[in-house]
């Protein structure tokens, strides 16, 4: 079985990129930030505080979270609904972000995680795929663009999404979400050992894609 890991920040464009490429290579990708939104929606449904590492953890045992996919498309339900949409709000971004820094939450998480990967050819994208979930990978690619692109990215998103949004509102979110990824005890957001960085902030969505098409053939023979 052949892995890919493609980590970094948000709005990199890791998961629409990722996509493309399972699709081009005949892969499965998995989403994991989706699975950690959704522990976030599920704290949130149950007006627990996505900071309190106890409270959330109470909610694991019983978490119902299945993925199921069709052709590439990743889709995420929770207590038997799909939530695949509902999971994408700047509400939502913030929570997992939050619950993401609990270890125990993270235990219960990669572990699905790899089971996962274990009998399929994968584009994995996350924060910690490369330097944790799958160390073993065949190929790790560290995604990432400045703050100012992919701040712009979101916004257009979103907007598309019909909600109302403000930039400025969007770029804080980024920054703060960053932050917390990146300095989190548990799994950081890192470039992992071995991982190539590819900095799309001057390439368009096709040339992004092309670029990581690019080097994972020119790593996986
Ligand atoms: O990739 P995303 O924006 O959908 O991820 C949502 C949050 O989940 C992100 O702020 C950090 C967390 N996350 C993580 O800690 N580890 C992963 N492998 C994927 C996401």
Not at 73 to 96: C, W, Y
Not at 98 to 109: E, Y
Not at 144 to 165: D, G, I, N, P
Not at 183 to 198: H, K, N, Q, W, Y
Request: with cysteine.
């Amino acid at each position: 079985m052949t892995k890919i890991a493609i980590d970094g920040p948000a709005g990199a464009g890791k998961s629409s990129i990722s996509k493309k490429v399972a699709k081009a290579l005949g892969y499965i990708y998995i989403d994991t930030g989706a699975m950690y939104r959704t522990v976030g929606l599920k704290a949130v449904k149950c007006g627990i505080d996505t900071k309190d590492s106890e409270g959330v953890a109470s909610i694991l045992p019983t978490l119902d979270i299945d993925i199921r996919h069709e052709g590439v498309e990743q889709h995420i339900f929770l207590d038997g609904e799909n939530v695949s949409d509902k999971i994408r709000t700047p509400e939502i971004s913030m929570a997992a972000s939050n619950v993401s820094a609990i270890p125990a939450v993270r235990v219960a998480l990669v572990d699905l995680q790899r089971k996962l990967a274990e009998n399929h050819d994968v584009v994995m994208d996350g924060r910690d795929i490369g330097s944790f979930v799958l160390p073993d990978a065949e190929v790790k690619i560290f995604l990432t663009a400045s703050v100012e692109a992919r701040a712009q990215r979101r916004y257009k998103e979103l907007l598309e999404k019909s909600e109302t949004v403000d930039f400025d509102a969007v770029k804080e979110d980024m920054i703060l979400r960053d932050k917390q990824d990146s300095t989190r005890a548990v799994s950081p957001l890192v470039v992992a050992e071995g991982a190539t960085v590819i900095d799309t902030s001057a390439l368009n969505f096709e040339e992004s894609v092309n670029a990581v098409i690019e080097h994972i053939r020119s790593s996986v023979r």
